[in-house]
């Protein structure tokens, strides 16, 4: 965006708005590789424990990120139609609700914590540590559901190196806290598994500050002065949000779900998996960075009237998305026993893990493609439909997982295709609607 507040369309001015975020989520990579390489030094039920109550604090976290997603349509709508004052009011009402969001899910997770969730793991060992480590997870709630709102501010006005900035500083939190707390380096005394959910909360305090006091440094209007929307268009907002919300707790629910699958397969078959998904962000750091970058663009340039350059535009993000996806992910075909043996030292578990990554390969390709197809139509304010979408492609996804892990047992480089099989159903559901090409003539009114 130049300094009259116009989308450029080049190739570099997509990046430059797209790399902040994926180096963001490098860092939150890092962050998550260094969190199991500490915790797996220490028990495969630490690794698994804590794994599934992360998976479990990210579910519920969708809550909020489908209302940031939301935000930053809403605030990429408003500058690409010259209102600026009422992206920066959306945005002040969007802090306030999510901090609300934060409490709620708080509250919402010390109660599942308190049987419900761990009740449905079936290994006691690992059920012990997803107690222990959750009951302190769940503090981080409220710091990171409000960092998402100063996220959705700097990508819905395509200024987005604060958000590079945020990530470094609560990454070298995060990494520096594991190595003190849980393993107990520099003399520091280890406090085993919790010690990584102390240092995430920490790295999530730490982020939020940062964000706070940089916005407050480059933009303080902002918050100056602190008015918000009116209620009628509150409920504009949340009903463009809802479906989001939905779908991004959809999805992540339905991931979290078929890990629980995986554990009544097996202890081995939950590390391959848990670490299938550490390498699964290897993608997710391109695809973060451009899929954000879409629904900006997408929306921005419907607000401005620009349709004759969304097309060439979806062109550019899809050449950059799949050279991303290639760049980074181009290992797990042509060295995948490397990979495989940072994490496993028996046979077995490496032999699992190279047909896996092998499996995983063609599913981040796949994404590379499927995932710009859905958010094009969420950038373009139809997210009832990206929600329908969802729907019966999770449906698909559940249904097949189900069969190949509790009623039919398949080895886990078979359990894994179900991806596969998801991705392919959001990229038959998306292009279905995309086709008819009058989605950018008909765009939601927000």
């Given at each position: 965006?130049n300094?009259?507040?116009?989308?450029?369309t080049?190739?570099?001015?997509?990046?430059r708005?797209?790399i902040?975020?994926?180096?963001?989520?490098m860092?939150q990579?890092?962050v998550?590789?260094?969190?199991?390489?500490?915790?797996a030094?220490l028990?495969?039920?630490a690794i698994n424990g804590a794994?599934?109550a992360?998976?479990?604090?990210?579910?519920?976290?969708m809550?909020?990120?489908?209302?940031?997603a939301?935000?930053?349509i809403?605030?990429a709508?408003?500058?690409?139609e010259g209102r600026r004052e009422?992206a920066l009011?959306?945005?002040r009402?969007?802090?306030?609700?999510?901090g609300?969001?934060?409490?709620?899910?708080t509250?919402v997770?010390?109660l599942l914590n308190?049987?419900?969730v761990?009740?449905?793991?079936?290994?006691?060992?690992?059920?012990?540590?997803f107690?222990?480590?959750f009951?302190i997870?769940l503090?981080?709630?409220?710091?990171?559901t409000?960092?998402?709102a100063?996220?959705?501010l700097?990508?819905g006005?395509?200024?987005?190196?604060?958000i590079?900035a945020i990530g470094?500083?609560?990454a070298?939190?995060?990494?520096?806290l594991?190595a003190a707390?849980?393993e107990?380096w520099?003399g520091?005394?280890?406090?085993?598994a919790?010690?990584a959910?102390w240092a995430s909360?920490?790295a999530?305090?730490t982020g939020?500050?940062?964000?706070?006091?940089?916005t407050?440094?480059?933009?303080p209007e902002?918050?100056?002065p602190?008015n918000i929307?009116?209620?009628d268009d509150?409920k504009a907002w949340?009903?463009?949000?809802?479906?989001l919300?939905?779908q991004?707790l959809t999805?992540v629910?339905?991931?979290t779900?078929?890990?629980f699958?995986?554990e009544?397969?097996?202890?081995?078959?939950?590390?391959?998996?848990h670490?299938?998904?550490?390498?699964f962000m290897?993608?997710?750091i391109?695809?973060q960075?451009?899929?954000?970058?879409t629904r900006?663009y997408v929306s921005?340039?419907l607000?401005a009237?620009?349709?004759a350059d969304?097309n060439q535009?979806?062109r550019?993000?899809?050449v950059?998305?799949?050279l991303g996806i290639?760049l980074f992910c181009?290992g797990y075909?042509?060295?995948?026993?490397?990979?495989a043996?940072?994490?496993f030292?028996?046979?077995?578990g490496?032999a699992?893990m190279?047909k896996?990554?092998?499996?995983?390969f063609?599913?981040?390709?796949?994404?590379?493609?499927?995932g710009v197809?859905?958010?094009?139509?969420?950038g373009?304010?139809?997210?009832?439909?990206?929600f329908r979408?969802?729907?019966?492609?999770v449906t698909?996804?559940?249904?097949?997982?189900?069969t190949?892990?509790?009623?039919?047992p398949q080895?886990?480089?078979?359990?894994?295709?179900?991806?596969?099989?998801?991705f392919?159903?959001?990229?038959?559901g998306?292009?279905?609607y995309l086709?008819?090409?009058?989605?950018?003539l008909?765009?939601q009114?927000?």
């Amino acid at each position: 965006m130049n300094q009259a507040g116009t989308l450029n369309t080049g190739y570099v001015d997509l990046l430059r708005m797209a790399i902040p975020i994926s180096m963001g989520t490098m860092l939150q990579f890092f962050v998550l590789l260094t969190d199991n390489f500490f915790l797996a030094r220490l028990s495969e039920e630490a690794i698994n424990g804590a794994g599934n109550a992360g998976l479990v604090y990210i579910t519920l976290e969708m809550i909020a990120v489908g209302s940031s997603a939301a935000l930053q349509i809403v605030i990429a709508r408003r500058i690409g139609e010259g209102r600026r004052e009422d992206a920066l009011r959306t945005f002040r009402s969007g802090l306030l609700l999510h901090g609300i969001i934060g409490v709620l899910l708080t509250s919402v997770a010390f109660l599942l914590n308190s049987g419900l969730v761990n009740s449905a793991i079936a290994n006691p060992s690992i059920r012990a540590v997803f107690t222990d480590f959750f009951a302190i997870r769940l503090l981080g709630f409220i710091p990171f559901t409000s960092l998402l709102a100063f996220n959705a501010l700097y990508t819905g006005i395509a200024k987005t190196w604060p958000i590079l900035a945020i990530g470094i500083c609560s990454a070298a939190v995060n990494m520096v806290l594991d190595a003190a707390w849980v393993e107990g380096w520099w003399g520091v005394d280890a406090i085993g598994a919790i010690g990584a959910a102390w240092a995430s909360i920490c790295a999530e305090l730490t982020g939020f500050i940062i964000a706070l006091l940089v916005t407050l440094r480059i933009m303080p209007e902002a918050f100056r002065p602190w008015n918000i929307l009116s209620w009628d268009d509150l409920k504009a907002w949340w009903k463009l949000a809802f479906p989001l919300v939905g779908q991004f707790l959809t999805t992540v629910f339905t991931w979290t779900a078929f890990f629980f699958f995986v554990e009544k397969v097996g202890s081995m078959e939950l590390k391959v998996s848990h670490v299938t998904r550490n390498f699964f962000m290897l993608a997710f750091i391109v695809t973060q960075g451009m899929q954000q970058t879409t629904r900006t663009y997408v929306s921005g340039l419907l607000g401005a009237g620009r349709l004759a350059d969304l097309n060439q535009t979806l062109r550019r993000i899809f050449v950059i998305t799949f050279l991303g996806i290639i760049l980074f992910c181009h290992g797990y075909i042509l060295y995948p026993s490397k990979l495989a043996a940072l994490f496993f030292t028996d046979a077995t578990g490496q032999a699992a893990m190279i047909k896996t990554l092998h499996v995983l390969f063609i599913v981040v390709c796949t994404y590379a493609f499927t995932g710009v197809m859905l958010s094009t139509i969420q950038g373009s304010g139809k997210t009832k439909v990206a929600f329908r979408i969802e729907l019966v492609a999770v449906t698909i996804y559940m249904i097949a997982a189900a069969t190949i892990t509790l009623i039919w047992p398949q080895p886990i480089w078979i359990i894994w295709r179900v991806e596969l099989v998801y991705f392919l159903s959001i990229g038959f559901g998306s292009w279905l609607y995309l086709r008819k090409g009058t989605w950018c003539l008909e765009s939601q009114p927000i």
